[in-house]
Structures are given as C-alpha cells and as structure tokens.
C-alpha cells in the first residue's frame, strides 16, 4: 500500500539545522509525555516538556530531562562492531554497514535453510521504545517473512492486562483527568512519583478539594511517603484485601446494587466469596489490620468517586492476574463507574486501536511456533523445556536488554554464553547483553527517527519527529530490518515501505477511537486526544467489552480455562506460611521495583542518574537488619537456590518487616560483583497472561563474607 505524501517538499520533514522540534517521549512509562527539543547547529541542546499538553503539562521526569546527555554519551555505539574476543569478552572491532548485514543475512540465512528451519530464529524485543514504527512493524513484518519463532512479550503487564479483560473485557479503565473529582484515591501497588509522575498533580487536585490519599504498598515508597496513610500490605495478598473490603461493602450494603442488577453477571455469587473473607480472614492473610479493612471498606463505599490506581507492581507474583482481576470488581460492586474521578485505571492502552495487523504483517510467512519471553533461560538452555521444536540458534535483540532484565539471569547468561548461538544486538548502548554479541548494531534515539505512539496511562496520540540527523552511522531499528530483508532476498514490498508510509498504514486503518487522526494533523498539532469524552468514563453506562456486555464478577471464560470463576485470593508461589520449609531457609520476600532515576536498565550508565542512585542497594526493615547483624553501609548478600547477588544495605524503617527491597534495574558491569538481582527471580509464571513472578522471590540476606553461597559459580 504505497501511499503519496501530500507534503510536496519532503525536505520540509528533515529536521531542521535550528529550532524546536516536537516530539514523544519512547519510555515504556504510562505518561507518554509529549516533548520539544531545541536544536542549535543541528545539535539537540534542551529538552522540555509540552506545556499545552494536558498530562504532561510541561515537565519530563528526571530520567528524561538527561536525555540529551545520553543521547550524545561517549559509550554511545557509533558504528556497528563485530566480536573478536571470545564470547561474553567484549572484545569488538568496528566494521563497515555492508560487512556487518552481509554477514549476518548470510548467517540467519544459512538456519533458516538448515533442517532447524527458520523457526531457530529468535527476536527478542520488548519495549525500549514503546513507538509503534521502532518498536512493532518493519522488525515483525521482516521475522514474520522469514518464518522466524514468535515471541510472547509477557515480561511487564501480561497477567493484569488477562485480569482486566477477564473482567471488564479490555485493558482499559478510568480516566487519570478525572481525578480531580475523586474524593478518595488508592494508590495501589505502584510508587506513582516514580513510575507514573504525571499522575501526581491530578492527585493533588483532588487532594486540594479534600480527597483522601492512601498508598497500598508493602514498602514506603516516596510515594507513600506523600500520601495520608500508608498500608503496609504483605506482598501477593492485594486480593485478599479486595475480598475483605467486599465483605464489608455486601455486608453493611455499601453496594450500588442498581449498577450490579443492571451492568454485572455473577453479583449474588460474588457476594457468597466476599462472605468468605471476612475482615479477622483478610487480616490474617494480608498482615494488614482487620479494622482498618474495615475503615478501608467504609471509606471505600462512602466515597462518591474512588479511584483507584493499580499499576503493575502487584501482578508481579503468582496470582498477579486474579489480584487485578479482583480489584477491578471493586468500582462495579459500589457503582463508581458512573462518575468522573471513580473507577480502576490499570491502563488505557487498550483504547489506541492502530492498525496493528498493518503494522506487522503477521500474515507475510507461515505460522511458527511461540517463545514466552520470560522463560529465555530455558529456551537458550533446555530445547526441551516445553518450548519443543529445533534449539534456539540465533537470537537478534533489540529494544530490550535481557541479560539483565530477564528472570533467572545465571541461566540465561548460560544461554547466551552458548558458542553455537549467533547472537546480534541493536541498542544505543554496549549492555550486559551487547557483551555476549557476535554482531552489535547503532541504533538511533528518539530524536533521530519518525514514530507514533500510544499511551498507557492516558489518552493522546502522539508523533515524534526526528530533531536532529543519527548520530554517528546509527540507523533506526527499522531501517536495519528493510536492509536485513533485502539482503536477504525477501522481496514483498511491505518490506520496503518507509517509516511515513506505515504511520500511515497504521492510522488509516484504525478503529474508531483513532478515527480522523492523520499524519498531516499531528504534524501541526504534535498529539491529539482520542475520540473519548474528557474525561473519560468508560463504564458509566456499562458497556463492558465482554462476551456477555456486563461487567464479569463471575467470570466463564476463566471456568473454560480451569481458574476459578469467582475473585479469589491465590498465593504467590512463595508465600512463606504455605511453603514453611523454603520460608525458613529464605525467609524474605525480595522487591526489585525501578529505583527512580533508572527505566528498567535504561539510564543505569548515565552518570550523573547513576551517582544518584549509588549503587546496588538492599533495604531491609530494622528487625530484619538486626536479627542478622547488619547495619547501613554493610556489604551483604542476597541469595536462594537460583543465584545470588551484593548490595551495599540499608536499615529503613520504611520496609515492612519481612520483605526485602532492592531498588532496580543494575547492570552487571556497574557491580562490584558482576551480578544483579535477576540472578535470584524465577521464570515462573502467572496464573492468567503467563507472566513474570519478578516479585515472588523468597531470599535470605546475610554480611557478604559470611553467607553459604550455593551457587558460586553460576554465572
Ligand atoms: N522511574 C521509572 N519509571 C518507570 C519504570 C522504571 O523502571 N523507572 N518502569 C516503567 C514500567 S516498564 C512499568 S511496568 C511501570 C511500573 O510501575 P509500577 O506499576 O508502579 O510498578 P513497580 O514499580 O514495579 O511496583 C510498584 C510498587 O508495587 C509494590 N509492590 C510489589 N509487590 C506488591 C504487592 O504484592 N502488593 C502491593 N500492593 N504492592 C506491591 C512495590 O513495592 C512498588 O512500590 O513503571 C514505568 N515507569
Ligand atoms: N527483577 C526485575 N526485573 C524486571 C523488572 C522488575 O521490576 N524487577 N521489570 C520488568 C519490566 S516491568 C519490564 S517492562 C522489563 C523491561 O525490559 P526492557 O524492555 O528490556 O527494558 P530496558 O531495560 O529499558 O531495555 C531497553 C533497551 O532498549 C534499548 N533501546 C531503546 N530504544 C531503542 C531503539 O530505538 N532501538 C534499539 N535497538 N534499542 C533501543 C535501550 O538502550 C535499552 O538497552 O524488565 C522487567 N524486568
Ligand atoms: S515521565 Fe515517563 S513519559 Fe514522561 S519523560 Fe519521563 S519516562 Fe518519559
Ligand atoms: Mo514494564
């Protein structure tokens, strides 16, 4: 679908030698901030938040305002590098464009011929840019031509995003400009003023207008800190504690029992479980106090307009898709759909329906055979292990960092240390993963190629546009997959559209929310709202997208799937009183939530974030910190029977007493020890979207000379 671009002079669309440019921030953040960056000389020079935007508001985070002091670092990768040490030595020298495709067209061609076949190929990408042109349509149209395996891309939101759509139908929900009209706001199991920043002048608003704040979370966070009350819950409980407020809502009859007759199925049924968990039941299980469950539940069915905001955090352990699942039934049971500032918001994401099929060709090659992201450890390592089909051969990386990222890194760096995986990598950076490379390719930042982009946390498009030429011969990840597939003879000409083209393939055939959203109006307007009212409210009337149009409190699509229909609480994998034995040679539940000035691994080597960050950190509560004899600034080790790790800890009260925190994501190579704390995560997964248990993670900590180290060597 070659398309003709009105714009009659394309050098209109160059970035220009001077001036401020518009452009999208690509992090995978729900804020998706709309940016301008001032270039003098064709050098980017400031950054800064579109002021008119409505929830950026003229601010970027921490991170990103050093953006342009990551873009032009030292270490940026310049040229693309060819292996000469041995595996995992870093040795690389620079080689031409032509040599490096060349060579690895010739090496994906010759698996892909081989009896493996292509399925031997892997991608590996999640969301170092969340842009729809960099980070999903020339890269799955090439792989998809090729036959390679698919990924399933679980790592972040997989089991809350099944958790929604099996109750309100789509991973959709409330609208953050709504807040102001809430009256109490949850923060539940997300550190807001880091992970969601521009949340936080709505909550302020409400707050203004005399909203209640409580944050939900086993740790302090400086989130919590801000807020009216903290509620220490004990980690992987969350559902338990939505039961126990059910429970009271029913019992006192708190519920809007018009919206429950008129927009859920499955409300008496949802009553007969809420009776089961009454508070002294959801107090035991969840650490957290049976009257406050009962204040809680009171507040929560007072309220005109709760909303609440779950984030990601807390489907990071077993049964992190019915703790969603669970929460998201709480604004049908007392009817806050039906007013702005109530409801859940776990995402908007779901709302921005570009034409992803455009985008990515699914239908260019034959099916092929499906890799979980997460479970990489043991696709690398053990062919065998439920993945079936040829070995993993080749892996091509790109926008994601696994080394470090991954759960159970002792076995994937096992993989990746495999002499008979070729292995290529395309980022800005040499990673931990970019060491075990044979190929490492430049690939540009954000402000030196086009893209599109949803958002997570709101409801505005908005397009980046190049600010300055690539730095270096860095290409953007698109451009290396159209020459990739050209080498390699692959001739459709979906391989060849340029990245204008497929903007507009995607939008020309979205859906209705995205509808009149063109190319020609966001590049005069930089970002435009969806077509949803402001605020949204997106159940006020029901409307689920559900099979049955109702809000799903009892649910049988999980029935046909075997998981119970009804919200209940499912414990984490290691929940210390069901697996006693475990518990008591590793008795601390270990969070390795973002630290605030890192993005997953992204920012860790810009040094002015990273001195911030100081180093590899565990904190641990007072009683944990004394019972082992350790102080601040003590070297300690944190371990189990995956792997281990240093940290330098730090006693703070602010941890609950049983749980562990270390702030993430550290490279190995910023280590005094070389590992990082996925050495200690598992590649379990959870109970619906099979994704990550990063925070279901049973540790023991201990002074770094003294602890019985299992696994030394696995590295
Ligand atoms: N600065 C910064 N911002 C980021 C990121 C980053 O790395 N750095 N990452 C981005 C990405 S990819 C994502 S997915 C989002 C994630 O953002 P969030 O969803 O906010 O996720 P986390 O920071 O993983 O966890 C949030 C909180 O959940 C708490 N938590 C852990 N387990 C439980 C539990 O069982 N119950 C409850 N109630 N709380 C629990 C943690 O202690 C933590 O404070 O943030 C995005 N924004
Ligand atoms: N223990 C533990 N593990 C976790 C988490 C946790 O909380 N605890 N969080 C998990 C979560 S929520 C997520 S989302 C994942 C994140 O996992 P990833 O998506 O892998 O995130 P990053 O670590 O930010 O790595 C992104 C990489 O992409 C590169 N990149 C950025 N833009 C481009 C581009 O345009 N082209 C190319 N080729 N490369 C680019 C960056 O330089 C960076 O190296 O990690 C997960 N892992
Ligand atoms: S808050 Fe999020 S979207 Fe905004 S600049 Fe920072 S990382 Fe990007
Ligand atoms: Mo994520």
């Given at each position: 679908m070659a398309i003709q671009l009105p714009i009659?002079?394309?050098?209109?669309?160059?970035?220009?030698?001077?001036?401020?440019?518009?452009?999208?921030c690509p992090h995978d953040c729900p804020d998706t901030c709309a940016w301008h960056v001032t270039v003098e000389n064709g050098r980017a020079v400031r950054m800064a938040g579109d002021p008119d935007h409505p929830f950026t508001q003229g601010f970027l985070c921490a991170k990103v305002n050093?953006?342009?002091?990551?873009?032009?670092?030292?270490?940026?990768?310049?040229?693309?590098?060819?292996?000469?040490?041995?595996?995992?030595?870093?040795?690389?020298?620079?080689?031409s464009w032509d040599e490096a495709l060349d060579t690895i067209a010739s090496r994906l061609g010759e698996i892909a011929r081989s009896a493996d076949g292509p399925q031997a190929i892997l991608p590996y990408s999640y969301a170092g840019t969340m842009g729809m042109i960099q980070g999903g349509s020339m890269d799955r149209r090439f792989f998809h031509a090729l036959?390679?395996?698919?990924?399933?891309?679980?790592?972040?939101?997989?089991?809350?995003?099944?958790?929604?759509?099996?109750?309100?139908?789509?991973?959709?929900?409330?609208?953050?400009?709504?807040?102001?009209?809430?009256?109490?706001?949850?923060?539940?199991?997300?550190?807001?003023?880091?992970?969601?920043?521009?949340?936080?002048?709505?909550?302020?608003?409400?707050?203004?207008?005399?909203?209640?704040?409580?944050?939900?979370?086993?740790?302090?966070?400086?989130?919590?800190?801000?807020?009216?009350?903290?509620?220490?819950?004990?980690?992987?409980?969350?559902?338990?504690?939505?039961?126990?407020?059910?429970h009271v809502l029913f019992e006192e009859g708190l519920e809007d029992r018009d919206?429950?007759?008129?927009?859920?199925?499955?409300?008496?049924?949802?009553?007969?479980?809420?009776?089961?968990?009454?508070?002294a039941r959801a107090a035991s299980i969840t650490g957290v106090a049976p009257e406050k469950i009962v204040e809680l539940a009171r507040a929560y069915g007072a309220a005109r307009a709760a909303f609440i905001r779950v984030n990601y955090g807390l489907q990071r352990h077993a049964g992190g898709g019915m703790a969603v699942r669970t929460i998201a039934c709480l604004p049908a049971v007392t009817g806050h759909w039906r007013r702005a500032g109530g409801g859940v918001q776990l995402s908007t994401s779901a709302n921005f329906d570009f034409d992803r099929h455009a985008?990515?060709?699914?239908?260019?090659?034959?099916?092929?055979?499906?890799?979980?992201?997460?479970?990489?450890?043991?696709?690398?390592?053990?062919?065998?292990?439920?993945?079936?089909?040829?070995?993993?051969?080749?892996?091509?990386?790109?926008?994601?960092?696994?080394?470090?990222?991954?759960?159970?890194?002792?076995?994937?760096?096992?993989?990746?240390?495999?002499?008979?995986?070729?292995?290529?990598?395309?980022?800005?950076?040499?990673?931990?993963?970019?060491?075990?490379?044979?190929?490492?390719?430049?690939?540009?930042?954000?402000?030196?190629h086009w893209d599109v982009h949803l958002a997570y946390g709101h409801h505005y498009v908005t397009l980046n546009r190049p600010a300055i030429a690539p730095v270096g011969e860095a290409l953007p990840n698109s451009e290396i997959f159209r020459r990739l597939a050209a080498r390699m003879g692959l001739d459709d000409p979906a391989l060849r559209?340029?990245?204008?083209?497929?903007?507009?393939?995607?939008?020309?055939?979205?859906?209705?929310?995205?509808?009149?959203?063109?190319?020609?109006?966001?590049?005069?307007?930089?970002?435009?709202?969806?077509?949803?009212?402001?605020?949204?409210?997106?159940?006020?009337?029901?409307g689920f997208p559900t099979p049955t149009?109702?809000?799903?409190?009892?649910?049988?699509?999980?029935?046909?799937?075997?998981?119970?229909?009804?919200?209940?609480?499912?414990?984490?994998?290691?929940?210390?009183?069901?697996?006693?034995e475990l518990a008591a040679r590793y008795p601390l539940t270990l969070i390795s939530s973002p630290a605030h000035q890192f993005l997953n691994s992204t920012f860790v080597n810009v040094d002015t974030l990273r001195r911030t960050a100081r180093e590899p950190e565990c904190l641990l509560h007072p009683d944990d910190a004394a019972a082992r004899g350790i102080a601040t600034g003590a070297r300690v080790r944190v371990w189990n029977d995956r792997g281990s790790f240093e940290a330098t800890a730090r006693v703070a009260p602010e941890i609950r007493a049983g749980v562990a925190w270390a702030p993430s994501l550290w490279w190995g190579r910023y280590a005094a020890d070389g590992r990082t704390v996925n050495e200690t995560t598992s590649q379990g997964e959870t109970d619906m979207g099979r994704g990550p248990v990063f925070y279901d993670n049973l540790v023991e900590v201990g002074p770094a000379e003294s602890s019985v180290m299992p696994n030394a060597d696995r590295r």
């Open positions: 009659a002079d394309d050098s209109a669309l160059a970035p220009p030698r001077d001036g401020v440019v518009r452009g999208a050093r953006y342009v002091e990551r873009t032009y670092h030292a270490e940026r990768l310049l040229r693309p590098l060819k292996r000469v040490g041995a595996k995992g030595s870093g040795s690389f020298v620079p080689v036959g390679a395996s698919r990924l399933l891309r679980t790592i972040c939101s997989a089991a809350g995003a099944a958790g929604m759509q099996m109750t309100v139908g789509a991973n959709i929900g409330a609208d953050a400009e709504g807040i102001p009209e809430s009256d109490l706001v949850l923060l539940w199991g997300t550190n807001t003023l880091t992970s969601n920043p521009h949340l936080w002048p709505f909550v302020l608003r409400a707050r203004e207008r005399g909203a209640r704040v409580i944050a939900i979370d086993p740790i302090r966070t400086r989130t919590a800190a801000q807020c009216d009350e903290w509620i220490a819950i004990r980690p992987g409980t969350d559902a338990a504690l939505a039961l126990g407020i059910m919206y429950l007759e008129r927009h859920t199925v499955g409300a008496d049924d949802l009553r007969g479980r809420a009776c089961e968990y009454g508070p985008l990515g060709r699914p239908d260019l090659g034959p099916p092929a055979r499906t890799i979980n992201m997460i479970r990489l450890g043991d696709a690398l390592t053990r062919p065998d292990a439920g993945v079936g089909g040829p070995p993993v051969r080749a892996l091509v990386v790109y926008n994601s960092n696994p080394a470090v990222v991954a759960p159970e890194r002792g076995t994937v760096r096992r993989g990746l240390a495999r002499e008979d995986l070729f292995t290529v990598v395309l980022d800005h950076f040499r990673t931990d993963t970019a060491d075990w490379a044979d190929f490492v390719l430049p690939a540009t930042t954000q402000l030196e559209d340029d990245d204008l083209t497929m903007i507009r393939q995607a939008l020309a055939g979205a859906g209705p929310k995205l509808r009149g959203i063109t190319l020609e109006g966001l590049l005069e307007t930089g970002w435009a709202r969806i077509n949803v009212a402001a605020p949204f409210l997106p159940f006020a009337e029901g149009g109702k809000c799903e409190l009892r649910s049988e699509r999980l029935a046909a799937e075997g998981i119970d229909p009804l919200p209940t609480f499912t414990p984490p994998y290691e929940h210390p009183p069901a697996v006693p």
